[in-house]
């Protein structure tokens, strides 16, 4: 109860923070939403804990020596659709909280379709910033297509994505070319990237505690490496998903439409889905257990994966 109760307590006071920045991006309604979710979060994350995942299997693996370098590991088992692709796939949290338990729902999906899902964990703010965070996806990632035994001679390929603060960590890997070259992931072995409801044009997030402790102030050289927008260029010709709520009251949905439009305006056609009346807990996790909340969520994400075959 003391989890859920300082859970609760980080999200009521980044929206009592978030109040008080700047009304063009956030409207009274929005405040609202974010304000609801907030409230939601402690029982959300107590549904996400106790979920039952039935018949799979998620194998723990260490990549660094903290507590929070570990990745979990969901393999296929009998499936009639099979796959070579690796999904690595990165869970959200606002950068503070979040771990890859929070998504094996959605990974046992993914693997009954025959892909192989890497989830990783990451060392979290406050006491850990943007690069730390940058070191464990690299570790992990370079860790995970050692066990998964990818490389250049296979025939696995890799696809990349995660849900909020995570896309944005798997954008910030995704498209920029030098360090995927340096971690041995050349073009052809990146099949594509997901993002579900992520920040990633900073610019568009109102100014909080939460996004300078990740990434800095927005005029610091930091803020601006953190920014995924800035690595976009004509090389990432990759296919590409984002789903976004259009009632998200946590990551503005027009980040995601920052994002979109600068693909496009380099030549990039990417597949884009706004969900017009979910919020962002709706959008990301909320639908593992609810029905109601569940739109689609999962089949859209499937369907752009089969598209990649």
């Known amino acids: ?164 603060a995570g896309g944005h960590l798997a954008a910030l890997l995704a498209y920029d070319n030098d360090r995927l070259l340096n971690l041995g992931i050349e073009p052809h072995l990146l099949k594509g990237y997901f993002s579900i409801a992520s920040p990633l044009d900073l610019d568009l997030m109102p100014k909080s505690k939460l996004v300078s402790t990740y990434a800095g102030e927005p005029e610091s050289v930091t803020f601006q490496l953190a920014n995924p927008k800035h690595l976009i260029d004509e090389r990432d010709s990759f296919p590409a998903l984002f789903l976004h709520g259009m009632q998200d009251g946590i990551v503005d949905y027009r980040s995601t439409l920052s994002f979109v439009d600068l693909l496009e305006c380099k030549g990039i056609c990417p597949s884009l889905e706004l969900l017009t009346e979910q919020s962002h807990l709706e959008t990301t996790t909320r639908w593992y257990y609810k029905e109601k909340a569940d739109i689609g969520q999962g089949e859209m994400l499937l369907i752009w994966l089969m598209g990649l075959e």
Request: charge should be positive; glycine fraction near 8%.
């Open 1 to 164: 109860m003391k989890f859920l109760f300082n859970i609760f307590l980080l999200f009521f006071n980044i929206s009592i923070a978030l109040s008080a920045q700047d009304s063009s991006h956030y409207t009274r309604e929005r405040l609202k939403g974010r304000f609801g979710e907030a409230v939601r979060l402690p029982g959300h994350f107590f549904r996400l804990a106790v979920l039952k995942i039935k018949a799979y299997e998620f194998e723990e693996i260490s990549y660094g020596v903290h507590k929070r370098q570990y990745m979990l590991v969901c393999r296929p088992q009998d499936s009639t659709w099979k796959t070579n692709d690796v999904i690595f796939f990165f869970h959200g949290g606002g950068w503070r909280t979040g771990s890859p338990e929070q998504n094996r729902f959605l990974a046992a999906m993914l693997a009954s379709y025959g892909y192989t899902v890497v989830m990783p964990a990451y060392r979290l703010s406050p006491k850990f910033c943007y690069e730390d965070m940058q070191a464990d996806i690299d570790s992990a990632i370079v860790h995970g297509m050692k066990i998964c035994d990818i490389s250049s001679e296979s025939h696995k390929k890799i696809i990349i994505g995660g849900t909020s």
